[in-house]
């Protein structure tokens, strides 16, 4: 028997298969399409692709593994996190999702803390309100889009457009919420503060759950598209960095992880809740039942090194820069 990951990552979707014993047999990354951006600031992906790529990914892990879709025990998700997915009543996605690194939100966010005030916002989720998060993400589609507002059912996060698919569920988990801006992080659920104060429906957020709740089981039609056996456990799992810091064994207070990847985090476990009064600092809860983490982030890492390939050096591999990076001295020019 064996159990499968799925990360739905900002280039691609992974699928891995482990034995019991957390060995890795087989993984396969299916790639997403190109990061939309029609204008500055914006950044969209489309729901539907990331789904594609997880079926393919999911078929050609199972081909690479040598096992059948039966074989499979149970399925945990990670993937990007903030991103915005909205649902039509059929299911639907509505427009193409606001990933994580879109930032035109800014006059929703300031319009946030004029009418809840910062002070209340921090008490209410630990955090501040960014362009980062869903929230003001949810906000701009209601100001600049209000016909696509006006069709809205339900709003998932990434991993758990997935899940949908997967299982026709809508959940996700506490750790990936927590990036919402609409989750009281403290008591790990949504907070009436956020969702009631801004006017918003409740009824359009996903279930919460702990990341290593059931929240259903695969269906009948998400094992056609996968390869998956219908009834396959899915459980909650976790938002990329919360997932990552449980395989880096980052559950305990005293481990820190720096992670570069297309963005950039610094990571650590808390036994408690506890946020920084000048909200320089996320605070988050963990995918480790009742524990949270704090984290900085930068989001151009990877990102950025992308772009600057893209422009100066189109052509050039990563190694090849790196390679040239590694004679500069260190401070160059003044460089830090």
């Not at 280039?11 to 087989?26: K, M, N, P, S």
């Not at 989720?125 to 696509?148: K, M, Q, S």
């Not at 918003?200 to 056609?224: K, N």
Request: with cysteine.
């Amino acid at each position: 028997m064996y159990w499968m990951g799925v990360d739905i990552g900002t280039g691609g979707t992974r699928a891995l298969v482990a034995d019991a014993a957390g060995r890795e047999i087989a993984a396969v990354t299916a790639p997403h399409e190109e990061i939309l951006m029609e204008h500055p600031l914006w950044a969209e992906q489309r729901p539907e692709n990331w789904f594609d790529a997880a079926a393919l990914a999911i078929r050609g892990v199972l081909a690479k593994a040598g096992a059948s879709g039966s074989e499979i025990r149970g399925v945990g998700l990670s993937g990007q996190m903030h991103g915005l997915v909205l649902l039509d009543r059929a299911g639907a996605a509505i427009r193409p999702a606001l990933i994580w690194c879109d930032r035109r939100s800014q006059p929703q966010v300031d319009a946030i803390n004029a009418r809840l005030g910062e002070e209340r916002i921090l008490e209410s989720i630990a955090n501040p309100v960014l362009t980062g998060f869903t929230l003001p993400r949810l906000l701009w589609v209601r100001d600049r889009e209000p016909g696509h507002f006006e069709r809205v059912r339900r709003m998932l996060l990434p991993k758990d457009y997935i899940r949908f698919r997967l299982t026709g569920e809508f959940a996700t988990d506490v750790s990936d919420a927590s990036g919402t801006a609409l989750l009281d992080v403290v008591h790990r659920r949504w907070s009436s503060a956020m969702v009631d104060g801004l006017g918003l429906d409740r009824g359009i957020l996903p279930q919460v759950y702990e990341s290593s709740d059931l929240t259903g089981t695969v269906s009948r039609q998400g094992a056609e598209l996968t390869g998956l056996a219908a009834g396959t456990p899915v459980v909650a799992g976790a938002g990329d960095q919360a997932a990552g810091a449980v395989g880096n064994g980052i559950v305990e207070p005293g481990i820190v992880s720096c992670t570069l990847g297309t963005s950039g985090v610094v990571f650590a476990h808390t036994e408690t809740p506890s946020w920084d009064p000048r909200g320089r600092v996320h605070t988050f809860c963990h995918a480790v039942r009742n524990k949270w983490h704090v984290m900085g982030v930068t989001q151009g890492a990877g990102l950025s090194l992308q772009w600057f390939r893209n422009q100066l050096a189109p052509g050039a591999s990563y190694g090849a820069l790196m390679d040239e990076a590694s004679t500069a001295p260190a401070g160059s020019q003044g460089l830090f």
